[in-house]
């Protein structure tokens, strides 16, 4: 078992960055307070000079594992390379500053660690929290993915699983070898996503079962950020066209090949929409026919249909939808073919420049569901 006497040299390191998460950062910083086991420190990274951010840790500093680091704002990637940079600890584990841990997660993941040595990071599985009600949703993040759940004594994570969407919750523990050796969190890029695949090229990675984050998810309609679901996208599309062509290996570009083109019918599907809705109908039918040539799916087949021989349909059909959505976003989608994704991640305030629309949205990866 882990030790029970706090150490001067952490073996974990909490990597947390604070941007516009003044009503959660208190609650994340409580969680790393709870863990069980003491052989932790926890680095905040105040990126963006905030007085209150910087405050909240403040109220913290009877605790000397609990550190704090000003900066300018340099993003997202910025802030967690700025506490890994003064990090002690052994191992490392990104914490998003709207998140919290359960108790159990220090000892959990440095147990594993200690009971195999050739291991440099593991994964694991998270509580979902809808913003505003403190109760786990039922539905867990891998499930949330449509990831199997891991067996008991935790899954060997490869390159094929990442690039198919088993992309692991991102509150891990990386050692801060392999850490090093991927060179960390990587700006312009999915920063997560990225760094799992790098370290399942490299190293031994194990997904454990246990659900030992608190992810939590807030309502909102991404219709209304349509250039921020564009850089999400696109910034998930160059992660994956930039580990594949790193890696040198065709079989990975051969199976990144499919979330991208996933993701390009998506963009076009709604771009269709969009131009629907503008009364664009030309636009409308280009853009669901490059949504059938990226994936003939019998969404993207009705659309076209329906846009080339009878829009006036649609016309009537749109309104329904739109009076459907207030009753809730499960099968409407998927019945009236448009597709969207309706909760956003806290953590999209985290960025200056909103980009960081829900690092772990990833719906649309095996469940068909999608911006």
């Known amino acids: 078992m882990t030790t029970s006497a706090p150490l001067d040299r952490p073996r974990l390191s909490f990597l947390t960055t604070a941007y516009r998460t003044e009503a959660y950062l208190a609650d994340t910083i409580s969680s790393v307070l709870s863990q069980t086991s003491p052989a932790w420190e926890l680095v905040v990274v105040d990126n963006g000079n905030s007085d209150e951010i910087a405050s909240i840790v403040r109220s913290f500093a009877d605790d000397p594992r609990v550190r704090l680091v000003r900066q300018e704002n340099r993003g997202y990637a910025g802030g967690v390379m700025a506490a890994a940079a003064v990090a002690r600890g052994d191992h490392f584990a990104v914490l998003d500053s709207d998140d919290e841990i359960v108790p159990e997660f220090t000892a959990t993941v440095l147990d594993f660690l200690d009971g195999h040595p050739s291991v440099d990071a593991v994964g694991c599985d998270a509580h979902m929290v809808r913003d505003g009600d403190e109760r786990p949703s039922r539905q867990s993040y891998l499930r949330s993915i449509g990831s199997r ?29 392999a850490w090093r050796a991927v060179g960390g969190y990587e700006p312009g890029l999915e920063s997560d996503v990225l760094t799992w695949l790098r370290l399942a090229s490299r190293f031994e990675v194990r997904l454990l079962p246990q659900k030992l984050g608190r992810y939590r998810v807030r309502e909102q309609s991404q219709s209304r950020h349509p250039e921020r679901v564009e850089q999400f996208e696109d910034s998930l599309v160059r992660t994956f066209q ?59 087949c009705v659309i076209v249909v329906l846009l080339e021989l009878s829009p006036r349909l649609l016309t009537r059909v749109h309104p329904l939808k739109q009076q459907l959505a207030e009753r809730g976003h499960g099968a409407r989608q998927r019945i009236l ?12 305030r985290s960025a200056p420049d909103g980009r960081q629309l829900g690092r772990q949205l990833r719906q649309w990866q095996r469940g068909g569901v999608g911006p």
Request: proline share 6%; net charge positive.
């Open 149 to 177: 759940p891991p067996g008991k004594g935790g899954d060997l994570l490869t390159v094929e699983e990442v690039l198919a969407g088993r992309v692991p919750y991102y509150t891990g523990a990386i050692s801060r070898r």
């Open 242 to 300: 930039t580990f594949a062509e790193e890696s040198g290996d065709p079989r990975h570009l051969a199976i990144a090949q499919s979330p991208m083109r996933r993701l390009r019918y998506h963009q076009a599907l709604r771009r269709a929409r969009w131009a629907f809705v503008d009364g664009d109908i030309e636009t409308a039918r280009r853009s669901a026919r490059e949504a059938r040539a990226q994936r003939a799916t019998l969404r993207a």
């Open 337 to 348: 073919g448009w597709g969207s994704v309706d909760w956003l991640p806290a953590r999209a």
